[in-house]
């Protein structure tokens, strides 16, 4: 495991049991009870949970939860546009600020962040979304916790006992038991930053201008997703709570497109770059090659022995549109491509190849943003040639070179624009 400052947090966390024990962190090993399939995990015998259920099963009785929320809450999508809102509260009083950092994820062992995640109690209490413009007393101090900045502790007062289970979602990361709430108490004043002041009380500014202008001043994507989801941004009369699965895609998405419309004025691209990096049984691999903007993803399962291929494309002159297939793993691998090639001043035709091997439990689609985030900060390898580069690229990827060549339209635009210019070419000989 790579080391890093974090690894102290880790340190007093595993003290509460709000992280597993560096015995059971060892990636090589799947748990024996759901075998790494989410829909059977059962925290009540998880081998690798132990301590982060102890310490659940010690509050369980108590309909009252007092912690340091990272800070974190969670906005549901189920009964739109009536949801089920709250905060997430771990029952520990310490710098919990890791526990919802994706950045800083993949240099921490898969089951502490499993074990950091379960840990979070979520209060929830049905809300309409249109309330966020007139919030009352229990949502106002969820927006207000949302503001924060760092760690801030809170005070839940729950209707019924805890069921110690976890709840897994499709793109955001897992929490721990939840319960109705009653009541929310924020026991300190949060401090917030104070490009995120400004935003929030524009009421003028329109919501994608306003993810843009805090990512700009250097706000966290969590962050910003949080403040969406508490509907603090756009203009005052479309705020609106918005699902946190949703607003991580939008958050991704509207980046994206600011930044592609960016790079679309950049020069091309002078190599052939290849990069590639794996983390959490997860690998991403990016193929660069020189041309017009176009990006396309093949998300790849590898499960008992089979796999599973997902696959979207843009095209240069092609509308936009959903990414039916991939869904939001597409923008979020999309985001760190667009970064790279702003920073440089270029502009590139991407494909990815994502693979998801046996071993990874769902902890939500930031791990393709960090990973492909990892991939394109490392040093590449350069070709000058398309067809040396696909020989590489195959002996990395686990992936049929077949499924690849006959599926992508990536591949299939510049091969086709290579044998046109072979064929120009040798008319000119001629």
């Known amino acids: 495991m790579v080391e890093y400052s974090g690894n102290r947090a880790l340190a007093s966390l595993r003290r509460y049991g709000a992280a597993a024990e560096a015995e059971s962190s060892q990636e090589k090993h799947v748990c024996p009870v759901c075998r790494g399939d989410y829909k059977k995990c059962r925290l009540e015998i998880c081998p690798y949970l132990k301590e982060a259920r102890d310490l659940l099963r010690k509050i369980r009785a108590s309909k009252t939860v007092f912690g340091s929320s990272p800070p974190s809450a969670l906005v549901g999508s189920w009964g739109y546009p009536k949801v089920l809102a709250g905060p997430l509260v771990p029952p520990i009083q310490a710098d919990t600020s890791l526990f919802d950092q994706p950045q800083k994820w993949l240099e921490i062992p898969l089951n502490d962040i499993l074990a950091m995640r379960v840990s979070m109690i979520r209060g929830k209490k ?72 400004r935003v929030v009380s524009d009421v003028d500014l329109k919501a994608s ?32 709570l918005v699902p946190t699965e949703w607003s991580i895609t939008a958050v991704d998405d509207q980046l994206g497109r600011r930044l592609r419309a960016r ?27 020189p041309g017009p903007w176009m990006f396309e993803v093949f998300e790849i399962w590898y499960r008992a022995g089979g796999l599973k291929a997902y696959h979207d494309a843009e095209l240069p002159r092609e509308p936009d549109r959903w990414p039916e297939n991939v ?13 790279k090639l702003d920073r440089e001043g270029r502009q590139a035709s991407a494909l990815v190849i994502a693979e998801i ?5 769902p902890l939500g689609v930031w791990r393709f943003r960090e990973i492909c985030r990892a991939a394109v900060k490392s040093p590449p390898l350069k070709f000058e040639e398309i067809l040396e580069t696909l020989n590489e690229l195959f002996k990395r990827v686990e992936a049929p070179a077949d499924l690849i060549l006959r599926r992508s339209r990536v591949l299939e635009f510049h091969l086709r624009q290579m044998r046109l210019t072979d064929l120009l070419m040798q008319n000119t000989l001629k």
């Not at 990512?215 to 009369?237: D, F, N, P, T, W």
């Not at 790079?263 to 090659?289: D, G, M, Q």
């Not at 923008?331 to 491509?337: G, K």
Request: hydrophobic residues 45%; charged residues 25%.
């Open 357 to 361: 091997y046996e071993g990874w439990i």
């Open 263 to 289: 790079i679309k004025r950049n020069p091309w691209l002078n190599e052939v770059e290849l990069y590639s990096h794996l983390a959490h049984f997860n690998r991403v691999t990016v193929l660069l090659l």
């Open 126 to 197: 049905p809300v309409k979304v249109f309330d966020a413009r007139k919030p009352g007393r229990l949502l106002e101090s969820l927006q207000e916790l949302a503001m924060a900045r760092r760690p801030t502790d809170v005070e839940l007062e729950l209707e019924k006992e805890l069921k110690i289970s976890p709840n897994f979602l499709v793109r955001a990361s897992p929490t721990g038991p939840s319960a109705p709430m009653m009541k929310i108490v924020v026991a300190e004043n949060p401090s917030v930053l104070k490009p995120v002041e």
């Open 327 to 339: 869904g939001g793993a597409y923008h979020a691998l999309r985001l760190p491509i667009l970064e």
């Open 209 to 240: 201008e306003a993810i843009m202008e805090l990512y700009s001043a250097g706000v966290s994507e969590q962050h910003i997703v949080r403040l969406l989801s508490m509907g603090l941004l756009g203009s005052k009369r479309w705020r609106r």
